[in-house]
């Protein structure tokens, strides 16, 4: 299994512009992660999908920030108009779920983002 | 909503010491996972406990969920320079498959 794979591995953007970061889930998991990473607010969780639909977005910062998953395969986040405080670490992780206990989290390998 | 919180914040070592890695909540949890996370990589699951007082070990690793499931450590014996990197502990939020993370321990070995 290839794991979670996330494109791109590095964006350079400049202030107001749009952004978009995408997500492959492991192949069989239904439940997808994005979570956002800085050494000032650590490691924290945006958005989580179970079965393709939206569970809890209370971690969106603001209406900049949308995410979407049309498919078990396929995920995006995008940031629309880019500001340097979204500059960070975005991982995207998935799992499976069937209740009960969480079931580990399988993280890609994240995309930095720098938006300047 | 559910905090836990990690100490230390950082801890920094001589090749061969121990290491331990605390984490503590004021609420009751579930279940407590950790990851470790090498620099410039991504968080990896190291391992869950779920029952009160639950112990695991893996390999130099141990693993401590507390009696009242209040509180889990990590314990690493014997550190090596392949031990570096952050441990995050992580709990299970409300009866959602949701996870908040400790703000993680960074650990350093001086080889």
């Known amino acids: 299994d290839a794991g979670v794979i996330q494109s791109p591995r590095h964006e350079v953007t400049e202030m107001g512009q749009e952004v978009t970061l995408r997500c492959k889930p492991i192949s069989g998991h239904n439940s997808l992660f994005w979570y956002r990473q800085t050494m000032m607010r650590g490691l924290e969780l945006l958005i989580y999908f179970n079965n393709n639909v939206p569970i809890d977005d209370s971690g969106m910062p603001e209406d900049r920030f949308s995410a979407k998953m049309p498919n078990a395969s396929f995920s995006t986040l995008k940031i629309q108009p880019s500001e340097p405080r979204d500059s960070a670490v975005y991982f995207c992780?998935?799992?499976?779920?069937?209740?009960?206990?969480?079931?580990?989290?399988?993280f890609g390998p994240g995309t930095r983002l720098t938006v300047t | 909503g559910q905090q836990v919180m990690q100490i230390p914040q950082y801890q920094h070592v001589q090749e061969g010491e121990d290491f331990t890695t605390y984490c503590n909540s004021s609420t009751t949890l579930s279940n407590i996972q950790w990851y470790k996370q090498r620099p410039g990589g991504h968080p990896v699951f190291l391992i869950q406990?779920?029952?009160?007082?639950e112990v695991k070990k893996q390999k130099r690793l141990t693993f401590q969920f507390g009696e009242a499931k209040k509180n889990s450590s990590l314990h690493i014996t014997a550190t090596q320079t392949t031990d570096v990197g952050t441990y995050f502990c992580?709990?299970?939020?409300?009866?959602?498959?949701?996870?908040?993370f400790g703000k993680g321990t960074k650990l350093t070995v001086n080889p």
């Open positions: 992580a709990s299970q939020q409300g009866g959602s498959e949701k996870l908040v």
């Open positions: 992780a998935s799992s499976y779920y069937s209740g009960g206990p969480s079931y580990e989290q399988y």
């Open positions: 406990l779920v029952k009160s007082g």
